[in-house]
């Protein structure tokens, strides 16, 4: 470069930089063009590492090009389509080249090398066919060369075995290619199979027991195809064996024996003549079998039921039809006529039964066989003889059958033969009924003109027309029949009507007409008549009627049936056949018509099909097999059929195909693995000495087969390797054997997604760890040594990223325990070059072998510790810990000699610090040494890498003028990041914040003293590289979590236009920044707010926060102030706006195969960076108590990203800002050294952008969290601008249940067209962040303030959400820091949830309940999953738990308030949800049993126990079957139990001194019994049955027992008070239980009743009286408790004989001008009334003196809640007879009652009516008494005054009750 300024090569052009880039797909496909060619060459290294490359390389060709390209017509895409199909025909060119060069001409190295690359190579090319092509596309854009791979690559056995799915996909994109090749294949495929089948068949023959028949005859049909190759003729014995045995039994199914037929007749008209011949044959030998003579001493048996096989129509036509007269095989014809001979023959061998079915069968085939009849044959004497009717015979045929048969003998061609049939005929006729008046007489004379009688010259035509339309009118033709059919008309006329219609029925279509008439009966009937005695009138109708009646059969197959079987009818036509004899058209016409009726058996083919339909098929024209033209004289022309068998099948593969080598290598290779049954036990025969198979050459393995099977096969292969590598005498075959092992390695993940390949399942199997040991355990000697180990390494690195999913516990503790060896430990050892290996640097080759070892080793250490992250074994954990502190200290090392003065290597530098950086993203990494502390580790580590920092980044000026890999400083601030994390871990309460700081300022100022700070840092975060800038401003968000670094970071941008705030507010605001670089800058801003920051300058005061000074005024302000005028300046709100509204929820924010091939695009921003994070993983042993949401991304591990998150294509209207404003925020007095490019804008002002840039979730969850701080610490302010802003409303709306829901589908069940896991993964993540971080924000506004959040339109959607996000099933989710993001997220929505239903019951309730309802199953799933979670996840444990008490608790309270409303909420609530559906009671009983489980599962002491019981309160209060539910699971016992123990325990402890300790415990124990209390009182809320459970548990002994500690404290006073409240409620046995006597711990109840002095109700009774004024809960729970107790006749016993009623008389009534009751004056008077219920309790009242006066005084003072008391006390008593006397005698009382009749309350005039009538009604006295003027004016005004208030009184009951007491009153008073 010479002398060339520096600042001169940074004056680049951005435009032509971007033109001269190379696009993602660009890049991939240049990658295939120059790997590909290297393919061929012979080198396994190069082959296997390319193929490496090229798999990675097809990685993000799926992502980069899509399948639309090839409809692409830009000048891009067609360049792109023309290299693509350059490289795929190369490719296929390859495979050709490796497949051909695989001959016994070449060593075995090279045979397996080629194999190795073929398998390879194919696996990898199909894949990026499927990556690529459609495979509709593959016609019309694949080459010849991939067409010819694909097809070889299709009859390849072996890999089509191995690897099945990629055999599909060749076979698909070889139908579209080649028709030609396909079809050979698909032949070929066929015969495989049938080669499989042949086998099987022989194998289960040959075992073994009962056989499936069945199975074994269909394995036979398929068997048949694949002789032509095979020729294995044992098999034909063995088939017709099976056969034969299957139509033995009678017992065999129909299915069975027709499926076992249709085997027979495909062998029996095999295409092969071998096979048909020895098909043939083996029936014969059987038939002999069955019917030999030998067997003639033998009784007749069941033996000749072997040949029932054969006794069918079809087996017996094909034998008649084509076995007789095989042309081509003497062996056929001679067998066939041997087997019919045999059968004809056979009746005395044969069984009647037997005998009896062959002749049923042979019926139908009767025709065929008679052409064959011959008097000079034995087999055609035997046919003829069928036809005879002597004595011996006469039972041989039916009648029928036996007539037609000797009329067909006629049409032989043998003159013989006919001769004889005459003869037969004659006698037949002769011996006919009525023979004597039927016409002609049968004579030989007649007899010897007739021998050639239907031996015609002129045969006739059966043909008939088919038109379309109707030429002859139907109303025609049934004229013309009427002509024919009528006995008045004269024969001429009838003559000519016959003749019409026989013109007419030669269209098919009028034969439906005549049918209907009758025509065929009438016709009969004139032959009938014609052969009669005075027959010669009709004979001349007799032509015509024979036409008509051909012409309808020949269109009728069912009238020929029918017509066949008519003797009669025959008989006549032959009579009339004779009359006319001379009469050429007759006997023409005749015997056309015996053809027809003669040979219908034979005409239908459907009767001889192999399948025949159900349906009956449509008439077809009459047609007859060929056999019979050639054997038969006939006299017409007939269509003819079964030339060749019917039952014939077609060989799948001709003499062609067969010659093809890939064909019969196929064929040969299926076989010997059919045989074999798998290629395993054929390796293994091979490998043996023992040969057992007797085959044709042609099926023997050839060397090269036995070859490519085992290097296919994966198992044999990779043993084969082991082998090797064992007996290896070289470097080269040890190396030789690693690279197939890395060859199979790779073809795993080539042939499969996602799942352990058999690979590495097979490894698991194989000892090849001790193999490998030897190479491993020590240091390398050579050169040769470093190669090997080198391979050695590449493999076991990339087994264990093939392994990541499915971890072997036993690989990776093998490889820990060989680094961790604590003699030598050679592979850490090797990372760091010793003295004397620096020396030998000089050697280049050695050098660059070291260096590749090196970067072998650490990617191995990078890919152990990726892949220990999901280990949960122990050990192999604690090997991991000890591990990474070893390798730490190793790669320390390797910093300093990588950094040494001599030699700056920054290939190997990069390396180091990548590994550094994946080994320091573990927390503890620095933990585990037993020599050196951690923080020691963490100081050198900091050392090292700020030194790196300085040398390379500070000290050039940044990467604007160095000249390092950008990799270096990217990795090197990543460490930075990680350690920053783990010295907080580390240093604890030590200083360590100070270690950071670098000396600002230059080397060259050495006169001014340098000022320690963190400087350094601040052109990080303006690096060029997104990444860079991310990582940087995480380490600053994690240094500012402690309060030293945020001063530190302040006080180092003091130099800044800004300072700290400034800086980082304007990154924040920056539109042009990428996401995740913002949200850092909001972590920092974060940070920075949680320090208390002043109002006003304090002097000395460590942190003053932002700064602000104007330059005009020349105001400043600091802190609060500041921090407003700085957000306000910035636009901050408004920013936040934008941000809100344009968040992108989406998976990617761009379409990688759109904007690959957009080049119109303006501006593509090629800075920009992925937000999507696809490849962080955070750390897997983040500690449970922490809270990931406040952890910044600092604490991830970042991999290089993809592409930006603000693509073109999304944001179409604008154009994103240059990078370069990333500059003004450095330091200005360094601003030319930094940077080149002068700031934009060095004010503070962010103005709010014009364009659109979509921002990500994750840095709307730092605002969120960046909003909280604000609002805790301005809360008016920032509740002002959300307002303002709109904020809460649009950062809600983002919350979208439905996306998570899709995205967890997506997981849950993978497709192959889903996206990556790690992908969606990544997305919910973000999105289940986003909804943590808000749902604090949404907390902290409830609190500061509620009506930001509390709207309808907000709370309804938000709610609706809320209920979404948490019934999502996250069952089938594997991922663990998922589902703990889940966990994280719902604890925080639960928490909100609660806080909702707390500040706004009544708004938000109803929303909740029906979100709840709308999801009942999955939201009582998700809370017993929570629920389940307190050991794990106790926080969502709490919160859920909480939630659903809250939520239980706010439903109870607005069940209360709604009581007093007269209209009722039609929403359903929770109470209904849980009691009123059936199909709910499931949900609910396990929502109990789980939290009973919580409750009861856990110690006193355990905070947890006290959430499950608030739950199961709240659930027991509202519902009665979660209190029937606990009832069965014995919770009432288990508390009083728990009760008895804790009164026990309080005794016990109460006698041993230690007050303090005594105390302490005491109160564990307290809470303890007032939680079982509590549960006590919920469970019998209103439950009778759980009530008597609690009476039967004998609930008041043991609260009695307890109650001297009850009355040490209040509030477990209050709670027993309320729960003998709630038991006591009507509840009179429980009142009653109240009074019983209990003695000692052990309480049984009492025999007696009464006043026990040891009795609860003395002691209720006690505290009432002993109550002090201040505790007024108390006071008023015991007034409710005897307010219950006081309806008990027992309890009002105690009562009166305790005098407690006598407290009541000495309360003081109200003094001066205080007109109200006091609070317990109102309880006495709650408690008086009750007692007033009953007569006793009135009698009680009464004998109180002055209780009477002391009610009228206070009648006259009022009380808010029960004005009335004194009323409806002095009410009850007037209803009593024996009170009257009492009442009337004090006229107080009556003058109040009368009284009441003129108040104005309408209650106390209803219940002075009642008491005046009550207490008149049948005491004359009282009559007396009332009528003074005084009370009866009273009564009559009222009830004038009622009259006329109510006149519709019935429309209430209670003005009605008035009105009646009132009349009644009136009545009373004025009768005498």
Known sequence: MGHIDLPELETEDTLELQFQQ?????????????????????????????????????????????????????????????????????????????????????????????????????????????????????????????????????????????????????????????????????????????????????????????????ELVELADQALRSFSYHQHFPLIKEIISICSKIWKSAQASPLLQGESQKVLLHMLSHPLPRVKAETYHCCLEITKECLGVHNVTKPVSSLCNGIHFLLHPKVLYEISVFGIQEPESEQVNTAAKAILLYLLQGRLMMTALTWNKFIESLCPVIPILQGYADTEDPLGNCILLLSKASSDTEEMLPCTTRLKSMLRLLLVKKPSVRSLALKLLAFHLTSEEGADTKRPLIDARVLSRVTDLFIGKKPIELRLDDRRELVIKLETVEKVYEIFTSDDVDLVLRKSAAEQLAVIMQDIKMHAVVKKLCLIDKIIEYLNECVSQDGKVVECLVQPCLTLLRKVLCGDPVMRVSLS???????????????????????????????????????????????????????????????VFRRYHLPVHVIGHHAVSPYSIVLPLSADCLALKPVSDMLRIAWNLSWYH????????????????????????????????????????????????????????????????????????????????????????????????????????CTEDEKLLIDIIHFLNKLIKEQRKNSSLELLNWILELLLRHSANPLLDLLVLTESQAREETDDIRTAVRQQLQKELIALFDTLLLNFMEVTDRKCSELLYVFQTQLALKLLQCLKVTDAPHFYGLPSLERTLRGMANLTAFPGWSSHSPLTKPLDICVKYLSGLLEVITSFYVERGGNAMSFMGKGVTKSTILCLLHLSHEMMAQAGSLEWMSLWFLPLGSHSEEHIPTQQGLAWLIPLWVDRDPEVRFTSLGLGSALTTLETGCVALANSCQNISGGLWGTVVNILLDQSECSMVRREAAFILQNLLVI????????????????????????????????????????????????VKH????????????????????????NGLDDSFKFWRAPSRTSQDRDPSSLSTSETTVAPSLGSTEFQPLVQSTTLLPEASHDQFVAQGHQESTSPRPPHDSSLSAPLPKLCVFVTPSLLSAMCSLLD???????????????????????????????????????????PSSP????????????????????????????????????????????????????ICTKDVLD????????????????????????????????????????????????????????????????????????????????????????????????????????????????????????????????????????????????????????????????????????????????????????????GVIKELSIAMQLLRNCLYQNEECKEAALEAHLVPVLHSLWPWILMDDSLMQISLQLLCVYTANFPNGCSSLCWSSCGQHPVQATHRGAVSNSLMLCILKLASQMPLENTTVQQMVFMLLSNLALSHDCKGVIQKSNFLQNFLSLALPKGGNKHLSNLTILWLKLLLNISSGEDGQQMILRLDGCLDLLTEMSKYKHKSSPLLPLLIFHNVCFSPANKPKILANEKVITVLAACLESENQNAQRIGAAALWALIYNYQKAKTALKSPSVKRRVDEAYSLAKKTFPNSEANPLNAYYLKCLENLVQLLNSS
Request: hydrophobic residues 45%.
């Open 1092 to 1139: 208390p920051m002043p109002t006003e300058i304090i002097k000395d005061y460590t942190w003053q926060g932002p700064c602000v000074h104007d330059e005009d005024s020349g105001l400043s302000l600091i802190g609060k102030p500041a921090l407003q005028a700085l957000l306000y300046h910035c636009h901050f709100y408004e920013h936040l706006n934008q941000m």
């Open 678 to 781: 798998g290629s395993d036990n054929l390796l293994k025969q091979m490998n043996s000495e023992t040969k057992t198979q007797e085959i044709l050459d042609a099926l023997k393995l050839s060397t090269e087969d036995i070859l490519t099977l085992k290097i296919t096969h994966m198992a044999s292969g990779l043993q084969d390797c082991l082998h090797s590598i064992v007996q290896a005498a070289t470097h080269r075959e040890v190396r030789a054997a690693v690279t197939r092992m890395s060859f199979y390695l790779l073809n795993d993940r080539l042939s499969l997604k996602g799942c352990p390949g058999p690979c590495g399942v097979t490894l698991k199997s194989l000892a090849w760890h001790t193999a490998l040991n030897r190479f491993l355990q020590v240091l390398p000697a």
């Open 1376 to 1563: 663990k820091e998922l589902i703990s993001a889940f966990y994280h997220t719902w604890t925080h929505l639960f928490n909100l949830l609660a806080m909702l239903l707390r500040k706004a019951g009544a708004i938000t309730l109803p929303f909740v309940t029906v979100a709840l309802a709308k999801h009942w199953t999955a939201a009582i799933d998700m809370f017993c999953t929570c629920a389940g979670l307190s050991a794990t996840c106790p926080a969502l444990y709490t919160a859920s738990l909480q939630f659903l008490s809250v939520l239980l608790t706010e439903e109870a309270k607005g069940h209360l308030q709604a009581k007093s409303k007269t209209h009722l909420c039609c929403s359903p609530t929770v109470a209904s949800l849980l009691d009123d559906s059936q199909e709910n009671q499931k949900s609910l009983e396990q929502l109990s049993d789980v939290i009973l489980q919580c409750y009861e599962g856990k110690s006193s002491k355990d905070i947890l126990k006290r959430v499950a019981a608030n739950a199961l309160m709240s659930l027991l209060a509202v519902s009665r079957r979660a209190q029937k539910h606990a009832l069965k699971a014995n919770l009432i016992d288990n508390c009083m139990e728990q009760m008895k123990h804790i009164n026990a325990q309080l005794n016990l402890d109460s006698l041993r001194p230690g007050k303090a300790a005594l105390k302490k415990k005491e109160d």
């Open 22 to 214: 190379l696009s993602l797909p660009q890049f991939c496909v240049s990658i295939l063009e120059s790997a590909v060619p290297l393919l061929r060459t012979g080198s396994r290294q190069v082959i296997i590492r390319v193929l490496e490359l090229l798999t990675e390389d097809m990685t993000l060709i799926g992502e980069a090009i899509s399948t639309d390209i090839w409809d692409d017509s830009s000048l891009f895409g067609i360049d792109m389509k023309e290299k693509l199909l350059l490289v795929l025909g190369a490719l296929g060119e390859t495979m050709c080249y490796h497949k051909s060069s695989i001959s016994l001409e070449q060593p075995e190295v090279m045979l397996v090398h080629h194999r190795m690359a073929f398998i390879s190579i194919s696996l990898f090319a199909v894949r990026l066919l499927q990556t690529l092509l459609p495979v509709e596309k593959a016609s019309e854009f694949l080459s010849e060369p991939m067409s010819t791979a694909l097809f070889l690559l299709s009859l390849d056995m072996p890999i089509s075995l191995e690897y099945p799915n990629i055999h599909e996909a060749v076979v698909a994109y070889l139908e579209q290619l080649n028709s030609e090749n396909y079809s050979i294949y698909k032949r070929t495929a066929e015969a495989v199979y049938s080669i499989e089948c042949t086998c099987n068949f022989l194998s289960d023959i040959g075992k073994e027991g009962e056989k499936n028949l069945l």
């Open 565 to 627: 079987q008519q003797s009669s009818l025959l008989t006549v036509l032959f009579r009339v056949s004779l009359i006319f004899h001379e009469d050429c058209s007759v006997v023409t016409e005749v015997g056309a018509l015996f053809c027809l009726l003669l040979f219908d058996e034979v005409s239908r083919m459907d009767m001889w099909s192999v399948n025949p339909s159900n349906k009956p098929s449509l008439p077809s024209v009459f047609s007859l097999p060929v056999s």
């Open 1143 to 1166: 968040c992108y929820l989406g998976r990617c924010m761009f379409d990688l195969n759109f904007s690959a091939f957009d080049r119109n695009s303006e501006s593509n921003d090629l």
């Open 1316 to 1367: 990556p896991a790690e992908h969606t993964q990544a997305q919910v993540s973000f999105l289940l962040e986003y909804l943590s971080s808000l749902s604090r924000l949404l907390q902290s506004c409830l609190l500061v303030e509620p009506d930001l959040v509390i709207q309808d339109e907000l709370v309804k959607p938000l709610i609706t959400n809320i209920i979404g996000i948490l019934t």
């Open 1269 to 1311: 701080n604000l609002l805790t610490i301005a809360p008016r302010d920032t509740a002002k601008a959300f307002r303002q802003a709109h904020l809460i409303e649009l950062l809600c709306s983002i919350a979208d249940a439905t996306l998570i829901q899709t995205c967890v589908q997506e997981l849950r069940a993978l497709l």
